[in-house]
């Protein structure tokens, strides 16, 4: 495979939620640890999640734009390290301004990250100039949009990603299925009903409006019974069974 084995790895609800008030909630925060566990035990070279994610997870601070004004910058991709393991950021249009070339987080399995950055050519040269100083990777995935399975070569051919971890959100996570690139999906799932039309699913669509083909099938691997009755599923891809289970 000249690309990363993808796997999909998601805390949700009983109703398929993985937004919504029962992350917050303290009972349910040992599921949660549960994930963070799981994900360093998948022992994988790196995470990826989509713009609002990353907002969200790690905030950044504000940033004075004029100082990275400057001459253009060539599209060309920008490897400043290579890493035991990476932050991957889905990008497009250089909204993400990170205040150091690694994350910083409580839990080890996520600090230290070097981040890579997924842009489109779109970006402003100041955005460019601003992660080369501060020693952030970054790729071009195509002119205004992303093509993921040309994502995903680079970060194996330039990066030496194998094993990557998908971690949303429901965009993101809906726009690798659109394209057939989730191998397996590793779910913690939490024994509550999120019940609240707002909340977001495992997958959406990216293209609004577009239908994803539903016809994906995936096999159950291994089922584990958590403690306080959670679960662990793990489904990995079936691509040959699909046209004769439907
Ligand atoms: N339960 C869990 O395990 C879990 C895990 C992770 C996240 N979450 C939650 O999920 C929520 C965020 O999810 P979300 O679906 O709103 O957003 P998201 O998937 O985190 O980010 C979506 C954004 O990423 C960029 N993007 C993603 N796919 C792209 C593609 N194929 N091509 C181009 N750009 C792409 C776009 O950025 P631009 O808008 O800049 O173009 C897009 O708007 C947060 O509340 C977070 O807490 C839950």
């Known amino acids: 495979m000249d690309r990363p084995y993808v796997i999909c790895h998601m805390v949700m609800s009983l109703d398929g939620k993985v937004t919504g008030d029962f992350l917050e909630r303290s009972e349910y925060g040992k599921f949660v640890e549960e994930y963070f566990k799981i994900h360093r035990e998948y022992g994988a070279d790196g995470f990826l999640c989509g713009r609002i994610t990353m907002e969200s997870g790690f905030p950044q601070p504000p940033v004075q734009y004029k100082h990275y004004e400057g001459l253009p910058i060539d599209r060309k991709d920008h490897i400043t390290r290579k890493s035991a393991f990476y932050a991957v950021a889905l990008d497009p249009k250089g909204r993400l301004w990170w205040n150091s070339g690694a994350i910083s987080d409580s839990d080890e399995g996520y600090d230290g990250a070097h981040i890579i950055e997924v842009l489109s050519e779109d970006v402003p040269d100041t955005f460019l100039a601003y992660l080369q100083e501060k020693g952030i990777s970054y790729i071009f995935g195509g002119k205004n949009e992303l093509d993921l399975e040309i994502v995903l070569n680079k970060l194996k051919k330039l990066f030496g990603i194998e094993r990557l971890l998908l971690e949303g959100g429901a965009i993101t996570n809906g726009s690798f299925l659109e394209e ?12 509550v009903a999120e019940c609240n039309d707002c909340a977001a699913p495992l997958f959406k669509t990216w293209n ?13 691997n291994e089922v584990k019974r958590l403690n306080d009755n959670g679960l662990w599923l793990i489904y990995t891809r079936n691509r040959t069974g699909d046209s004769s289970l439907f």
């Open 180 to 191: 057939d690139l989730i191998d397996e999906i590793s779910l913690v799932v939490v024994p």
């Open 208 to 220: 609004y409006g577009s239908i994803i083909d539903p016809v994906k099938s995936f096999n159950l």
